[in-house]
């Protein structure tokens, strides 16, 4: 069963950034949509960045200009830099891709971000 595995949290000061990466332990087919979630403590999870086959990425509007997604299909992974971080942005962050024939999601376990001094 394909896997993903997040990695790159942490503790981060704010202002300061950290670039999470998420790779699958095996091929995905049909690849066609790529995307970052994150949930704090209480709240529900939120799309955070999104990046689907041959569109430009969107962004929620809390970090738009401060985070970048982008991906390669062909090795199934999945990358968010995040710069300028704020208290704000703590959080779970998830990977999730999206593929087709047959149409299904798959998520990695979850990385901790946290922003604080």
């Not at 200009?65 to 704020?86: E, W």
């Amino acid at each position: 069963q394909v896997q993903l595995v997040e990695s790159g949290g942490g503790l981060v000061q704010p202002g300061g950034s950290l670039r999470l990466s998420c790779a699958a332990s095996a091929s995905i087919f049909s690849i066609s949509a790529m995307a970052w979630y994150r949930q704090a403590p209480g709240k529900e999870r939120e799309l955070v960045a999104r990046i689907s086959l041959g569109a430009i990425p969107t962004y929620a509007d809390s970090v738009k200009g401060r985070f970048t997604i982008s991906g390669d299909n062909a090795k199934n992974t999945v990358f968010l830099q995040m710069n300028s971080l704020k208290a704000e942005d703590t959080a779970a962050y998830y990977c999730n891709i999206h593929s087709n024939l047959p149409a299904r999601d798959y998520w990695g376990p979850g990385t901790q971000v946290t922003v604080s001094s």
